[in-house]
T-cell receptor, first 115, second 114 residues
Framework: AQKVTQAQTEISVVEKEDVTLDCVYETRDTTYYLFWYKQPPSGELVFLIRRNSFDEQNEISGRYSWNFQKSTSSFNFTITASQVVDSAVYFCALSEATSGSRLTFGEGTQLTVNP | NAGVTQTPKFQVLKTGQSMTLQCAQDMNHEYMSWYRQDPGMGLRLIHYSVGAGITDQGEVPNGYNVSRSTTEDFPLRLLSAAPSQTSVYFC?????????????FGPGTRLTVT
């Protein structure tokens, strides 16, 4: 069975600090997809990134970067120079190729960025 | 496109009452799903559908029914509401994108059962 673990329940940082959110996953499939979603205080789920299991290249999008390491089954998310608007709950999720569109979510990490 | 829409946004029920949460999408997506979000537990899959007329159970299906008579709509029915069903409910739709299924989520329905 697939599983996603986000061990950090809450993180609090001061603005402009860098912060890394950890995500560890378990799956038996060789083909799978990993996602990060952001849930701001308004409650909607905002898609951030999708990564497939065959693409281990790290990705950078502005202040956001993602480090995918199959050897450690991790897909960590780093925010550089954090801002107050980054305050949100962040979810890591996994979808196996054999399960189609079904997502397994981690418990989420509440990030608070203080001014 | 309106994307994925959900109604109502908020609902309060008494124990034992029934109701239907509505979900609609206008992107012609084959896949639709219902998730519930509880504090500290992330989102958990309730039911999902791979196309009109086809539904299946997810991780936490008990107490919920679904049907999919059209591609656009995927209502979630609570037959006899219980306090344990107090949660935020998200509907999602998806379609294959380079082999994966990128989920589009609705804005959510916050349900309280007293």
């Amino acid at each position: 069975a697939q599983k996603v673990t986000q061990a950090q329940t809450e993180i609090s940082v001061v603005e402009k600090e860098d912060v890394t959110l950890d995500c560890v996953y378990e799956t038996r499939d060789t083909t799978y997809y990993l996602f990060w979603y952001k849930q701001p205080p308004s409650g909607e789920l905002v898609f951030l990134i999708r990564r497939n299991s065959f693409d281990e290249q790290n990705e950078i999008s502005g202040r956001y970067s993602w480090n995918f390491q199959k050897s450690t089954s991790s897909f960590n998310f780093t925010i550089t120079a954090s801002q107050v608007v980054d305050s949100a709950v962040y979810f890591c999720a996994l979808s196996e190729a054999t399960s189609g569109s079904r997502l397994t979510f981690g418990e989420g990490t509440q990030l608070t960025v203080n001014p | 496109n309106a994307g994925v829409t959900q109604t109502p946004k908020f609902q309060v029920l008494k124990t034992g009452q029934s109701m239907t949460l509505q979900c609609a999408q206008d992107m012609n997506h084959e896949y639709m799903s219902w998730y519930r979000q509880d504090p500290g537990m992330g989102l958990r899959l309730i039911h999902y559908s791979v196309g009109a007329g086809i539904t299946d159970q997810g991780e936490v299906p008990n107490g919920y029914n679904v049907s999919r008579s059209t591609t656009e709509d995927f209502p979630l029915r609570l037959l006899s509401a219980a306090p344990s069903q107090t949660s935020v409910y998200f509907c999602a739709s998806s379609s294959p994108h380079r082999g994966s299924y990128e989920q589009y989520f609705g804005p959510g329905t916050r349900l309280t059962v007293t």
